[in-house]
């Protein structure tokens, strides 16, 4: 078993400071990108929106959440030890499985075969929908 990312939260308060934390950061790519992009003043004032900044934050926000990768025995046994609502997508009899713990007791599972990566960044995508959506849209 092994982790990727960095984010992980024991309170919902917690993951809403630091979503707001990559802020910045998500503006910062979204200009740059712009620029390389060569749009004038007028065609950035017309395409970079609020919502396109806030797309970029949620990518940011979710693409830094902690994920665990390992394998059915691992995520069994790790599942065994957790006290909380866990979502798994995919099939029981597949040997491998990429989960999140988010805060307040909810968790996100998918299982896969091959191809970790692409596993990895669907966990993600699900985790922010499933998990930090609501989280974040409170504050």
Known sequence: MHSEGTFSFESAAE???R?????????TVVREVAK?????????????TGDVVETARDALFANLLEVHVGSREEYEEWREGYDGEVTEVGHEDVDRV???AGPDGTAVAATFQNEPEAAVATLRRQAFG??????????
Not at 36 to 46: T, V
Not at 130 to 138: E, P, Q, S
């Open 98 to 100: 990429v989960w999140h």
């Open 19 to 27: 979503y707001e934390s990559v802020g910045p950061a998500a503006q």
């Open 130 to 139: 499933r998990v930090y959506r609501d989280v974040v849209d409170r504050s």
């Open 15 to 17: 993951a809403r400071e």
């Open 36 to 48: 390389a992009m060569e749009f004038d003043r007028e065609e950035y004032d017309d395409r970079v």
